[in-house]
């Protein structure tokens, strides 16, 4: 029985998982992006986000418990320093999923992981996004309004002037 066994065993050993995991990681912090299904890219957010988390603050144990879970150097270095830095502001949510269709062998669902911090696109949408009023009720009746009433006192200020 299954009884609160939540996570996905991914039809690997725990040790080819745990392995693959670690790579797939490494891979996410190198080059920020990578290319997965979206089984395996739910699985390693769950597995890259608590490291994420631990990252923020830059102490010899947090780079140990890091280390014993990637096992690459030039990962934790990366990490500790770059990838620190973008996402200390950000209190949780560090990586994004994107569906990307299905894959012509076998029909698995691919998508493409990312760390938010670094899709200059997706960055630009917001702010650009973040410039917009929420009332748009109120600033469509007000210049109609305006319009309307300007003719109109233009209008007897006309007839003035021409008498």
């Known amino acids: 029985m299954r009884h609160n066994k939540k ?5 690997r050993k725990a040790n ?3 392995a693959m995991l670690s790579n797939m990681a490494c891979s996410l912090i190198m080059h920020k992006r990578i290319h997965t299904t979206l089984a395996k890219a739910k699985a390693l957010r769950i597995y890259v986000e608590p ?5 923020k603050e830059d102490t010899q144990a947090n780079r140990r418990l890091v280390f014993s ?3 690459q ?5 990366e990490l500790f320093q770059n990838v620190a ?3 200390a502001n950000r209190p949780g949510g560090y990586t994004r999923i994107l569906r990307t269709g299905f894959r012509l062998g076998d029909a698995a669902e691919m998508c493409i992981i990312e760390l938010v911090d670094y899709n200059e696109n997706m960055l630009k949408d917001t702010k650009k996004a ?7 009720a109120g600033k469509k009746a007000a210049p109609k309004a305006e319009e309307a009433a300007a003719p109109a006192a233009e209008a007897p200020a006309a007839e ?3 008498e």
Not at 7 to 11: D, E, I, T, V
Not at 73 to 77: E, H, L, Q, R
Not at 130 to 136: D, E, G, L, Q, V
């Open 7 to 11: 996570f996905n065993h991914l039809g």
């Open 16 to 18: 080819h998982r745990a």
């Open 51 to 55: 490291l994420l988390t631990r990252a």
């Open 69 to 71: 879970e990637l096992k």
């Open 73 to 77: 150097k030039a990962v934790i270095t």
């Open 85 to 87: 830095e973008k996402i």
């Open 130 to 136: 973040a410039k917009k009023s929420t009332r748009r």
């Open 160 to 162: 003035a002037a021409a």
